[in-house]
């Protein structure tokens, strides 16, 4: 009998991405994903912006929410967060709000997908547990640094959410504000200041927080 080669077995291909090697960078399509606007962005557009092909942005990212975590991580990565060595931790609740603050107006829509995208704050655990042993460092136990940080971290994320409503264009090409200020009557008990479009009152938020916690420590 007259031995047989075995079967060939056909090649194969892993993984789903094929064709040429992109021409442009994940840098190039996370950055035009901020340029965007994080909150915003669909691949279309984001193909558009750098010259290719939507196809072509698949081939560096299986989905809008990979490269909306890719944007997530570049923020995180470029900013300066507190690096522990606060003088008190009274000191490291307002570094870690003005940060967050900072972070929101570097990179407009991050607001929104902080409160909206599941994960998000995965790209700050780091940043996160470095705050929690600095402040255990002041007597707080680790539940108690939790709530402080997720209490200022909710509260700078919101008042810059609402205050981003505020300064965007509407349909008419006003404002928010501007809308507001045209719609304001006399007796209104909020009459529109200038301060709406700035801060808010985050910076009286905080001291409120802040003086609470010097009270009160809650757990979570």
Not at 44 to 49: G, I, M, Y
Not at 125 to 132: E, N, P, Y
Not at 194 to 212: N, P, Q, Y
Request: hydrophobic share 40%; aromatic share 10%; glycine share 8%.
């Amino acid at each position: 009998m007259t031995p047989t080669s075995p079967a060939r077995r056909p090649v194969r291909r892993i993984g789903r991405k094929t064709g040429p090697k992109p021409s442009f960078t994940v840098d190039d399509v996370v950055d035009a994903a901020l340029e965007i606007g994080i909150a915003r962005f669909t691949l279309a557009q984001v193909a558009k912006r750098i010259g290719v092909s939507t196809s072509a942005v698949y081939r560096l990212f299986d989905s809008r929410d990979d490269l909306v975590h890719a944007c997530l991580a570049r923020g995180a990565a470029s900013m300066e967060w507190p690096n522990g060595n606060s003088e008190s931790w009274q000191e490291v609740l307002r570094e870690w709000a003005e940060s967050s603050w900072e972070a929101c107006e570097r990179y407009p829509g991050l607001d929104e997908v902080l409160f909206t995208f599941p994960g998000a704050f995965r790209h700050v655990q780091g940043v996160a547990r470095s705050l929690i042993e600095s402040l255990r460092g002041f007597g707080f136990t680790e539940p108690q640094a939790l709530f402080a940080l997720d209490f200022i971290g909710d509260t700078v994320i919101s008042t810059h959410l609402s205050i981003s409503a505020l300064r965007n264009q509407g349909e008419d090409g006003r404002t928010g504000f501007e809308q507001v200020v045209a719609a304001a009557r006399e007796d209104d008990a909020f009459k529109p200041q200038e301060s709406w479009i700035g801060r808010g009152f985050l910076d009286a938020k905080l001291d409120f927080i802040i003086a609470g916690l010097e009270e009160r420590r809650p757990e979570v």
